[in-house]
């Protein structure tokens, strides 16, 4: 992690569990895209750890008893793995588990430059507990594991550094005695700040660092101590708040002067306390660069500051690489990127539409269900597969990649690549002409896969990897029809890639469902996810738009299992919470589902997609959204009369019975 702003307000908040009259501390933090991998496996009695330095040294085998007196002597220690064995102490004292086998056989994140990465062992050692466990920790969860477990070794950390559990995203962590409170901010769409961070190369020690800084609290003593009381205090407040409007507005030029202002203020009561570390002529030698003026918009200390890391907000992404070239040119000083911005937009969709479609059986065999016709507000008789495509493309989307049969393609390629014969077009009205032509332009987003071999849903979706590739992409059932209920109509498409713009990780749209209806759907369990903006702090439970981690997954439950296991707290006991049939997913989810066909691990007899969504849940965690809107299935006569009663209005059906010609 990177502390923006803010550095060692952390632990000086801390200490208003002995003074109220100590400001409380205010953080901006992110995750760089540095840090540690690992494979982890179950062990019936040990904590065995293997560790390779982002320099390439290794490090063990270490073996330690899972007992606690043996976690606790380790994690004394103060040795290399000291982390690890203090989280494992703080998880075997809250949970009945056993042992672990943690191999972190890559590491890209430099130790000891003020990038947390003690911090960052420990955040991955609470995850790897919950992830094979199946504890269920939220972020937070694992940000107070990773706490509990760092404080029990000799470092002097303070809860800022856990905030890399959150990754790539800024947030702004304020801190009040014990009491911490985490804020998630957003760059306003359209804006990017381009920040290089530069190891300065030399040499700085935290601990001494600390010791200066923290011999004013809880009192302060000299004229030096209180300089560092207000820096820490009402200065940095004033800093960060400011900060925060900057982020908001995504000012980088406003930014940029303000690391100028925090870095003099940082030098000028800061320095005095510690001055054998934290006079940082490194620092200053790039702060005062010339050929650096021109690129960039501010230039400050990082975390425990000193020189180890220093990080300069660039003018964009060109400046960005320039900077980074004169620093290792002019100062022999190794640098890495970091880009902050709205995030990362879906550009890609896959809906699959190769099923056989049992239940609608004979009509599916002239035609899939998802060219069964409804009625749109417009009077126009569409397929649904197009009806779903349009929504797809005016969301933003720019490939559509639709799973079929072989005996299919030429059915949808007539839909969306072939244009109407001129002897027929010319039947049309103007108006019809003129769509004609609009199919053919949202035909050009189209691609088609053929999948072989009927083996799916699971196996369907899997067909798509090569033409995803590397992003985070749309998944859409294509025999849905997907309605928004929101004032302002923005679709249901488009209300999932607004969530996932802020949070960046996996989304599942869900929907509130009546529990004697959960059969016929995918189903979750969880709890209310307590970032949420609109969460009154007592976890009611308020419907669409609310956000839910989610502890498990589960394909079509029977009533008794979703009354036992299913329940949301606070929410209606007769209501479950069921797949929407929209998902946002990481390319990752590939690898869950080529793991269980490489395994010929089927259900049924074929390839299922839930397992492997709960696997990716396990792994890296799947938010739920409650869209707000509603999905009707067509999966059987009776849904799909009941999709059509639904969605046509008395005015639709008006229109619909009038002349107007339809397509």
């Known amino acids: 992690r990177v502390c923006l702003f803010g550095e060692h307000s952390d632990w000086a908040g801390g200490f208003r569990r002995f003074s109220s009259e100590i400001e409380k501390g205010y953080t901006i933090v992110v995750g760089t895209n540095q840090g540690l991998h690992a494979e982890i496996k179950k062990h019936p009695h040990s904590l065995v750890i293997t560790s390779c330095l982002a320099d390439g040294t290794k490090h063990g085998p270490v073996t330690i008893p899972m007992r606690k007196k043996d976690l606790l002597e380790a994690a004394k220690k103060g040795d290399f793995f000291s982390y690890i064995a203090g989280v494992a102490y703080k998880m075997l004292t809250d949970y009945q588990i056993s042992g672990i086998v943690i191999d972190n056989f890559k590491t890209t994140l430099p130790a000891e430059k003020g990038l947390s990465s003690s911090a960052a062992v420990c955040v991955l050692t609470a995850r790897a507990f919950s992830m094979l466990y199946d ?15 760092e404080i029990l070794t000799p470092s002097q950390c303070g809860r800022m550094d856990q905030g890399c559990a959150y990754g790539p995203r800024p947030i702004l962590m304020t801190y009040d005695g014990e009491h911490l409170d985490v804020e998630e901010m957003t760059v306003p769409p359209g804006a990017s700040l381009h920040y290089v961070l530069v190891d300065l190369q030399g040499d700085k020690s935290t601990t001494i660092i600390l010791q200066g800084l923290q011999a004013g609290y809880p009192e302060p003593k000299t004229e030096v101590d209180k300089g560092v009381r207000a820096l820490l205090g009402p200065i940095n407040k004033e800093i960060n708040m400011r900060a925060c409007e900057l982020f908001s507005k995504g000012d980088a030029e406003g930014l940029g002067k303000l690391m100028f202002e925090a870095q ?163 039947k049309l009205p103007k108006e019809m002409q003129e769509y004609s032509a609009q199919i053919l332009k949202i035909g050009e987003r189209v691609s088609f896969i053929v999948q072989k071999a009927q083996e799916g849903f699971g196996h369907a979706v899997f067909c798509a990897k090569e033409q995803v590739g590397n992003e985070p992409f749309m998944l859409m059932l294509g025999d849905h029809v997907y309605k928004s209920t929101m004032e302002d109509k923005l679709s249901c498409v488009a209300q999932m890639i607004e969530t996932h713009k802020r949070y960046q990780t996996n989304v599942l749209g869900l929907k509130t469902t009546d529990i004697e209806d959960v059969h016929r759907f995918g189903a979750i369990a969880g709890v209310l996810h307590r970032d949420d903006p609109e969460d009154d702090g007592a976890g009611g439970f308020h419907g669409a738009g609310k956000l839910v981690d989610i502890h498990s997954v589960v394909e079509k439950p029977t009533v008794a299992y979703a009354k036992e296991m299913l329940g949301i707290p606070n929410m209606p006991e007769d209501e479950v919470l069921t797949m929407f049939g929209l998902y946002i997913l990481n390319p990752s989810i590939f690898q869950c589902l080529e793991e269980r066909i490489t395994r010929n691990v089927r259900d049924a007899g074929e390839f299922a997609f839930t397992p492997a969504l709960d696997r990716l849940r396990k792994d890296e965690g799947v938010l739920g959204f409650v869209i707000e809107g509603q999905r009707y299935d067509i999966g059987d006569p009776a849904s799909y009369l009941e999709t059509l009663n639904s969605t046509v209005t008395e005015e639709m059906a008006v229109r619909a019975r009038s002349a107007k010609p339809v397509v």
Not at 273 to 285: D, F, G, I, R
Not at 384 to 407: K, M, P, S, W, Y
Request: charged share 20%; with cysteine; net charge negative.
């Open 135 to 149: 504890l269920k920790l939220t972020i937070r969860g694992e940000m107070e594991y990773a706490y509990q477990g």
């Open 264 to 426: 003099a203020e940082f030098d000028k009561y800061a320095q005095p306390a510690c001055p054998s570390q934290l006079t940082m002529p490194l620092l200053h030698k790039v702060m005062t660069h010339e050929p650096l003026q021109p690129l960039v918009w501010g230039i400050k200390g990082v975390g425990s500051q000193g020189d180890g890391t220093g990080q300069l907000l660039c003018r964009g992404p060109e400046e960005q690489e320039q900077v980074q070239k004169i620093l290792q040119r002019d100062f022999n000083m190794p640098s890495i990127t970091l880009t902050l911005s709205s995030g990362t937009g879906i550009k890609v969709a896959v809906i699959p539409a190769a099923g056989f479609g049992a239940h609608n059986f004979p009509a599916t065999l002239p035609v899939r269900a998802e060219m069964f016709p409804i009625i749109d507000v417009n009077g126009i008789a569409k397929p649904i597969i197009f009806h779903n495509v349009e929504q797809l493309v005016q969301a933003g989307i720019e490939r559509v990649l639709i799973v079929v049969q072989a005996d299919d393609l030429h059915s949808f390629e007539r839909l969306f690549k072939n244009p109407v014969p001129e002897a027929d077009l010319i």
